[in-house]
């Protein structure tokens, strides 16, 4: 059983820059890859950024490539979220998602993970 724990969210005033951290523990050699969404209040989740555990491919969502970076440090199964420009529609909860097993799917979409995080909560300020 994977369990995700999200941490670096927080206040930041808009144009601002925040980093995000997601740990796996437990059976975390088991992750196929990772992932990065976004609920804003009233909306429903979207998918941000996703990257591969072995080979670190990436995919970004077309509003945030050119501003956010994901990355991830195999020796401790942490993914990272470099968030950067930030604007006020970008508040909400930032939730952390793995995709485990040996069913290996597309990372880009929420169907295509197996576990979440608890979600860290970003706040821009305008």
């Known amino acids: 059983q994977v369990r995700l724990v999200e941490s670096g969210g927080g206040l930041v005033q808009a144009g601002g820059s925040l980093k995000l951290a997601c740990a796996t523990r437990e059976d975390a050699q088991s992750v196929f890859g990772w992932g990065w969404f976004r609920q804003a209040p009233g909306k429903e989740r979207e998918f941000l950024a996703a990257i591969s555990r072995n080979f670190g491919h990436t995919s970004y969502a077309d509003a945030v490539k050119d501003r956010f970076t994901i990355s991830r440090e195999n020796a401790n199964y942490t993914v990272y979220l470099q968030m950067n420009n930030l604007n006020p529609d970008e508040t909400g909860i930032y939730f952390c998602?793995?995709?485990?097993?040996?069913?290996?799917?597309?990372?880009?979409?929420?169907?295509?993970?197996?576990?979440w995080g608890q979600g860290t909560q970003v706040t821009v300020s305008s």
């Open positions: 998602a793995a995709q485990a097993g040996t069913l290996q799917r597309s990372l880009v979409g929420a169907q295509g993970y197996d576990y």
